[in-house]
Structures are given as structure tokens and as C-alpha cells.
């Protein structure tokens, strides 16, 4: 509110200015030049009257005045001193000049000519008084004057402004905001216009992001809770029975019970913490070289021992040999989860399709089977999420298959959709990500650049300071 006052009236005193000017300025100066443009006219005429008359020993007749009020187009009376009430000075500097002029006079400027009988004088005018309104080309000084005045202010207001944005602007190029680009550009005002809602939008999301991240380890937790409790009831439910029991063999078969439940929550465990360091990405990649199509191969002939009544098609195109850049392991177990979870929902048929490009391959893992509501679709890729709710963990599983699969997928650089089979008529489930993957010296290669770059920025930057510090203190 303070500078908006401050500003107005800066505005009111530059226009104030301005108007000063044109008043004291700009007004007595044009009548300056108005009067000695009429001062030259008036003294043409009466130089032209002399040397007409000259000609005629200045002796005169009516048809001699009439010519000349009609060539000089002003009125020629002949008067005497007495008449004209004229002060000797000025009658003297008359009779030495022959003709003179007198500007001050009420009625307007009037010329004088001393004939020879230095009694007659020959009055020409009165000239019409020059003209004090104010006319288009005033108006157009004027607003010359305004813009000028203006201009000043808001450069100077310009300037301070700019001080303010360059320290902002320095302040975003310092923030670490990664997967946002900033426009270069050099004008503070535009910068700060074009970069700024980027970077609140940036911010806006990364805060969505932590909310949507807490809100997803809550809903985990609370999923693994209910996870264990199945385990942990059994467990309890066998040590209850295992010390009210004599018989050995009872015994023996509550001990597998426990061991199973026990083994059960370690495998639990397990899935659980795989999944969270998958999500957060610190999950370490083995890379190497390996054939794509000889490992979903291997994977189909694991499936195939759990489901020996389902029929499976491996599909590549080319036929041969795909090569691959990635984590073996990893890989396997994504296909081993997908292909697993589609024979499970498949009523007979389960197909694989493997469609390289040129630096990235396609991944299809299709059934026949009743598929995936539309709402459910996103779903799915949650941890402990289950299309049938009346499954138990030994029909359906914990739920974290396709959330560890998505998690594998991401850490290599790549998405993964599910959607309608267009060929079998149920779920396909589609993977895409790179041929080859970055290898870690390249990854910290391309770190290093980038933290290289902000601190080349940050040097500038603490430059600049310094630079501004030591002009400040010199002034």
C-alpha cells in the first residue's frame, strides 16, 4: 500500500512538473518568438513603405497610401506627435532612424514613417495582437513534455524494480528444482512474469507429490498390517494349541504350520521392502546384456508348471534374438509377475509380444480373460490392491506383484499401462522402456555436470554480489 502511495505521488509530481514547465517554461518563450516573428513582418512592411516613398521624395498622395494599404494589406493614416501622444525620446529616435515600431501599444503594434517635414508622420496599423490560446501545437509540446517526464519516472522506477527481481531471480536459479527448466530470459520484468508461475506450479506439484506420498505410506502401513495379521493369527493360534497338546505328531504338524507362518511374514517382509526401495528409487541396478526373448522363454516354462492347462504364444518381432541392456533380474521378475498374474485370470489362453524399435521395445502381456474394469485400471498398480476382495493370500497373493512390477519398470526409465486385449478380448498389460539403460558411471557423470553447472551459477552469482557490495561501498 505504502509504494502504491509512494508511486501516485511521484506520478502527481512529474506531471506537476510538467505543467510547470509548460506554464513558466514553454508559454514565454513561444510569445518571445511569436513577437519577433511579428517584429520582422511589421518592419518589412514599414522598409517597404520607406523605400516606396523614397522613390517619391516622401511626398505623398491618397492614390499613393491606397497602393500601399492594398499591397501591405494594414491601414496608413497620416497623424502628427501631438495625435499620437508620442515621448520625445521617441520621437527623437524616429527622426534618426526615419521609421520605427511601437509593440506595446494596447490596440496592437503600430509602424511609424517620418516624412520630410519631420511633422507629418505616416502610422501604419494597428497589426492584429498576437494570439495567447492555446493551440494544437501546444498540445502536442505538451504531451512531448509529459512523455518525457513520464519516461524518466518509470525508468527510474524501472531500475529499482529491477534490483528487487535480479535478487529473486538469483534466489529460483538457486533452488534445486529438479525436472524444471526455466526459460533464459534476459529482461527481469518478463523472467520473473514467464518463470514464476512455473516454478509455483513446480513447487505446487512437488508438494502434491509428498502429500500423495505420506497418504500412500499410510494406506501401506495400514495394508501391511492387515497383511500380518493373517500370519501372525495363525502363528498364535498354533502356539495355543501347541502347549495344550500331548501328541507328537500334533505337535510336528502345528510346527510346520508355524514354520509356514513364519516364512509367510519373512516372504512378506521381503515384498514389502523391495517395494518401498523400488519406489523411492534406491534400488541398485545390475546391468548387463541379455537376451529379452530367451528369458521370457525361461519364465513361461516356470509358469507353466503352476497352470500346465493354460496355452501360451511368445511373440517377437523380428523373430530372433533381442538384446537387451538392463537389470536381468529385475526384468525376470517383472515377466514372471505379469505372466503369473495373466494365467491366473485367463480362461485358456496367455500371449506374449515382444515389438522392438529402434531405441526403445514394447512389451505386451495379454489374456482371454474377463479383463479389468476401466475404474480399476490405475488401481491395480497400488501395493495390496485385488480386483476380487474374496480372494485370501493363497489364491490371489499379498497384492504387491503388479506394484513391485511398476516400481522395476520405472527404475528403468520406462511406463507401464493396462488397458483392453483388442485380440484375446481381455486384459493386456503393455510395458515400454529403453533398449539400453544409463550405467552408473554415466549416471554420476551427468550428475556431476549438473551439480558443475550450479555451482558455475552460484559463483557467478556470490561474483555478482560481491561486485554489487564493493560499488555500494565506494558510493
Known amino acids: ?97 526615419r521609421y520605427g515600431i511601437n509593440m506595446a501599444r494596447p490596440e496592437g503594434p503600430l509602424a511609424y514613417l517620418l516624412l520630410n517635414d519631420d511633422q507629418t508622420i505616416l502610422a501604419v496599423g494597428p497589426y492584429p495582437k498576437n494570439d495567447d490560446s492555446i493551440n494544437l501545437r501546444d498540445w502536442l509540446f505538451y504531451l512531448i513534455i509529459l512523455l518525457i517526464f513520464n519516461a524518466i519516472a518509470v525508468l527510474i522506477v524501472y531500475r529499482h524494480v529491477n534490483e528487487y527481481l535480479n535478487v529473486a531471480i538469483r534466489a529460483i536459479r538457486e533452488l534445486d528444482l529438479t525436472g524444471l527448466r526455466l526459460k533464459p530470459i534476459k529482461s527481469p520484468l518478463t523472467n520473473i512474469a514467464v518463470n514464476t508461475p512455473r516454478v509455483v506450479n513446480h513447487i505446487n506439484g512437488l508438494s502434491k507429490q509428498h502429500q500423495q506420498s505420506l ?97 501360451f504364444v511368445l511373440y517377437s518381432d523380428p523373430p530372433k534374438s533381442i538384446p537387451l541392456y538392463a537389470d536381468c533380474n529385475l526384468i525376470e521378475r517383472v515377466m514372471i509377475n505379469l505372466i503369473r498374474n495373466a494365467a491366473r485370470f485367463s480362461n485358456k489362453r496367455v500371449k506374449i509380444a515382444l515389438v522392438p524399435f529402434k531405441n526403445s521395445i514394447e512389451i505386451r502381456v495379454e489374456d482371454d480373460g474377463p479383463g479389468i474394469p476401466p475404474g480399476k485400471r490405475t488401481r491395480i498398480f497400488e501395493p495390496f490392491t485385488r480386483l476380487d476382495f474374496s480372494r485370501n493370500r493363497d489364491s490371489g497373493g499379498a497384492g504387491l506383484g503388479l506394484a513391485i512390477a511398476k516400481g522395476i519398470v520405472n527404475r528403468h526409465q520406462g511406463t507401464i499401462w493396462a488397458e483392453d486385449s483388442r485380440e484375446l478380448g481381455g486384459a493386456v498389460f503393455t510395458i515400454h522402456m529403453p533398449l539400453k539403460q544409463k550405467s552408473p558411471i554415466i549416471e554420476a557423470e551427468d550428475a556431476l555436470k549438473g551439480s558443475s553447472k550450479k555451482k558455475k551459477k552460484l559463483k557467478k552469482s556470490s561474483a555478482f554480489d560481491k561486485f554489487r557490495k564493493k560499488r555500494r561501498s565506494q558510493d
Not at 221 to 231: D, I, K, L, S, Y
Request: proline share 3%.
Open 1 to 97: 500500500m505504502k509504494r502504491s502511495l509512494a508511486l501516485l505521488v511521484i506520478l502527481i509530481a512529474v506531471n506537476l512538473c510538467g505543467f510547470i514547465a509548460m506554464y513558466y517554461v514553454y508559454f514565454p518563450w513561444m510569445e518571445k518568438i511569436d513577437n519577433q516573428e511579428k517584429q520582422e513582418s511589421i518592419l518589412s512592411d514599414i522598409r517597404f513603405l520607406n523605400f516606396r516613398l523614397s522613390l517619391l521624395d516622401y511626398s505623398y498622395s491618397p492614390q499613393t497610401i491606397a497602393k500601399a494599404e492594398h499591397e501591405l494589406n494594414a491601414k496608413i493614416t497620416a497623424t502628427t506627435r501631438e495625435q499620437l501622444g508620442m515621448e520625445p525620446a521617441n520621437f527623437q529616435a524616429l527622426k534618426d532612424n
Open 215 to 311: 497418504y500412500n505410506q499410510r494406506d501401506l502401513m495400514h495394508a501391511v498390517a492387515h497383511e500380518f495379521r493373517g500370519p501372525m493369527a495363525r502363528l498364535s493360534f498354533a502356539l495355543d494349541l501347541f502347549a495344550q497338546t500331548d501328541s507328537e505328531s500334533r505337535q510336528k504338524e502345528l510346527t510346520n504350520d508355524m514354520d509356514e507362518a513364519l516364512q509367510e511374514l519373512d516372504d512378506l517382509v521381503k515384498e514389502v521392502l523391495g517395494y518401498s526401495r523400488l519406489k523411492d528409487g534406491r534400488f541398485p541396478l545390475s546391468l548387463e546384456h541379455f537376451d529379452l526373448k530367451k528369458v521370457c522363454a525361461q519364465t513361461i516354462e516356470k509358469v507353466k508348471t503352476i497352470y500346465p492347462e493354460k496355452q
